[in-house]
């Protein structure tokens, strides 16, 4: 079985420039994933797609290999689908079959290598088809405003509030890394599909870098944690 990490990392960036390739605990942010991927047991070989080629470079760096992803497929409006669909095509063009994808999110950097290697052991175990990274989460309760302006509860009854022990458990795509056959994803042009499954990560991995103030949140997070010495 041959698994491939694919990795995402186009270049522009309006929350934060640079973004993908900017310091994060001492290290490029992009490096964290890159080597989180190839220290995950199952995983044969890690690609970074990307549109700049100073990207490309430090994904190379630290032991990645290049695709250059097309213009057409790296702009806001571009999905993450479209870009792991040329990867596919690529790598699969260079070498030969996929078997797995992994394909994890740069900016989600606050996971560790056995997440990935866990997660492709589930694949197997339960037969899956695509699998997700989740965290779970307690009392989650979330309102919304209606077209008057009023508010109303969404994932609950404020009128009958139940017990926490009586709560339903729920869980949150956290988005830090996808597992998928090619083949879902090429028949369904989604990353999801067949029979799903989830990884249950520690909440502290739940968070990523969309802006300044995360990244110092993160940063904080990692060092906390003893992740940024893995």
């Given amino acids: 079985m041959r698994v491939s990490a694919i990795i995402l990392a186009r270049?522009?960036?309006k929350g934060i420039p640079g973004k993908?390739?900017?310091d994060f605990c001492g290290k490029p942010l992009l490096a964290w994933t890159v080597e989180h991927c190839i220290n995950?047991?199952?995983v044969n070989d890690v690609w970074v797609s990307s549109d700049r080629k100073e990207i490309l470079e430090v994904g190379n760096q630290y032991g990645a290999q290049s695709i250059f992803r097309p213009d057409n497929i790296s702009g806001d409006q571009?999905?993450?689908e479209s870009g792991w669909l040329h990867a596919l095509d690529e790598i699969e063009d260079k070498t030969s079959t996929v078997d797995w994808v992994v394909a994890p999110q740069v900016t989600s950097p606050i996971r560790e290598?056995?997440?990935?290697?866990s997660a492709l052991e589930d694949v197997q175990l339960q037969g899956l088809d695509s699998l997700m990274a989740v965290t779970e989460i307690e009392d989650f309760?979330?309102?919304k405003q209606n077209h008057e302006g009023n508010l109303e509860s969404v994932t609950y009854d404020y009128l009958n509030r139940k017990r926490r022990q009586q709560l339903e458990k729920q869980f949150l795509e956290n988005g830090s890394f996808y597992i998928f056959s090619p083949k879902i994803l090429r028949e369904h042009q989604n990353?999801?599909?067949g029979k799903i499954g989830m990884k249950i990560m520690e909440n502290h991995k739940i968070f990523e870098i969309d802006n300044p103030a995360?990244?110092?949140l993160c940063e904080v997070i990692m060092r906390g944690y003893g992740l940024d010495k893995i």
């Avoid at 290598?113 to 290697?117: K, L, Q, R, Y």
């Fill in 113 to 117: 290598s056995s997440d990935i290697s």
């Fill in 40 to 42: 995950a047991q199952g």
């Fill in 11 to 13: 270049g522009g960036s």
């Fill in 191 to 193: 990353r999801m599909g």
């Fill in 20 to 22: 993908n390739i900017r």
């Fill in 141 to 143: 309760f979330t309102w």
């Fill in 78 to 80: 571009a999905t993450s």
């Fill in 214 to 216: 995360d990244l110092r």
